[in-house]
């Protein structure tokens, strides 16, 4: 076994066969392809979700960027664990997309934010003015970067406190699934039913070649993804092999 990185792995045997079934003939681009559909389809079962809105990107990176360019605007601030993937790891890209919003960083053992923790946070940056900004997101990771989990207990009480403070929450969920089979919970137990507004769903990190999707429980917010998708580059032209491997690693 490698520890040095999940991206070290390669690729789930049957996911590759899936994708090489999916390159059997011409099929319409963009994701209008019945592939593409029946991965959607399949996610919105998962989640018990029908109406939400579900949308493919290539990496991590573009999924919590344009996930969070939904909820913050350049004025805006982001609530984050310090050691989250979005500070950490991604360049500045969640700043880039979003016009410029702040990460403000919340300290926590062991890569957790807790409901103590994030209230002081907000009494020390909960001026909502001209000249600080406006407090609009709060971003947990589950799994964490150190591994560890949220169960839905622990993320209502964090969205709770997020909704009395007027902010949306964001789940970057690189690892959820490991954070599925460790709690042993259904996927809407952790996300819309204890209040997440969008979550970044990794598959990459699990099998796949590289798939992440877009996972939005408040379809209104849909198109605007779709056009924030296009312009930053990460709408994919031949879809069906990100959504062939979505829906083969969800069977």
Not at 137 to 159: I, K, Q, R
Not at 167 to 179: E, K, W
Not at 180 to 194: E, G, K
């Amino acid at each position: 076994m490698n520890f040095a990185s999940d991206n070290a792995g390669g690729v789930h045997p049957r996911i590759m066969a899936a994708l090489a079934a999916a390159n059997a003939g011409h099929v319409p681009a963009y994701g209008t392809d019945r592939i593409t559909a029946a991965a959607q389809d399949r996610l919105r079962e998962a989640f018990d979700a029908p109406e939400a809105a579900v949308h493919f990107v290539p990496t991590g990176t573009a999924a919590n960027a344009l996930a969070l360019s939904l909820m913050a605007p350049g004025w805006g601030k982001v609530f984050c664990h310090q050691d989250a993937h979005i500070q950490t790891s991604e360049t500045g890209a969640p700043e880039f997309f979003t016009g410029g919003a702040k990460l403000v960083l919340v300290p926590g053992t062991g890569g957790k934010i807790t409901p103590e923790a994030l209230i002081e946070a907000l009494e020390a940056n909960g001026r909502d003015s001209v000249h600080a900004g406006r407090n609009v997101a709060l971003s947990l990771t589950n799994a964490t970067e150190w591994g560890t989990v949220y169960d839905p207990d622990e993320v209502a009480a964090l969205a709770g406190i997020a909704r009395d403070h007027g902010l949306a929450v964001h789940m970057d969920g690189a690892r959820f699934s490991n954070a599925l089979a460790s709690l042993d919970v259904a996927p809407a137990d952790l996300t819309w039913r204890v209040g997440v507004d969008v979550l970044s769903l990794g598959a990459t990190k699990n099998g796949c070649m590289a798939v992440e999707a877009v996972v939005i429980f408040d379809p209104a917010l849909s198109e605007e993804l779709e056009f924030r998708r296009k312009r930053g580059g990460a709408l994919v032209s031949k879809h069906r092999y990100l959504a062939a491997q979505m829906l083969a690693w969800l069977e």
